[in-house]
Nanobody, 125 residues
Framework: QYQLVESGGGLVQPGGSLRLSCAAASGFTLDYYAIGWFRQAPGKEREGVSSISSSGGVTTYADSVKGRFTISRDNAKNMVYLQMNSLKPEDTADYYC?????????????????WGQGTQVTVSS
């Protein structure tokens, strides 16, 4: 049973935008968790894209997405978002959100204990 559910993926043209959402399953509260977004392209390892601390005060981005992606959270709604702008074909991947109970904001998957099933993002003309 997955504690997190991603949504918002799809097909978009280069230069377009998508907003991914990460929702908690019933009974699972995101307030105490740092949340990370990861992605995995075919034949490649899963990589960290962005993360946000439990309070939302600290965010981290991979160099490849800085200035284009924005992570945010709404603890009242138990949701985390990843706004993706200026999308490129190399952003094509399955995107996963993950929760880790630690202080800070890190992109390495070792910090995360709970994962969603992923949502597919395809950037193509």
């Amino acid at each position: 049973q997955y504690q997190l559910v991603e949504s918002g993926g799809g097909l978009v043209q280069p230069g377009g935008s998508l907003r991914l959402s990460c929702a908690a399953a019933s009974g699972f509260t995101l307030d105490y968790y740092a949340i990370g977004w990861f992605r995995q392209a075919p034949g490649k390892e899963r990589e960290g894209v962005s993360s946000i601390s439990s309070s939302g005060g600290v965010t981290t981005y991979a160099d490849s997405v800085k200035g284009r992606f924005t992570i945010s959270r709404d603890n009242a709604k138990n949701m985390v978002y990843l706004q993706m702008n200026s999308l490129k074909p190399e952003d094509t991947a399955d995107y996963y959100c993950a929760a880790g109970r630690y202080s800070g904001s890190y992109l390495h998957r070792k910090w995360y204990d709970y994962w969603g099933q992923g949502t597919q993002v395809t950037v193509s003309s």
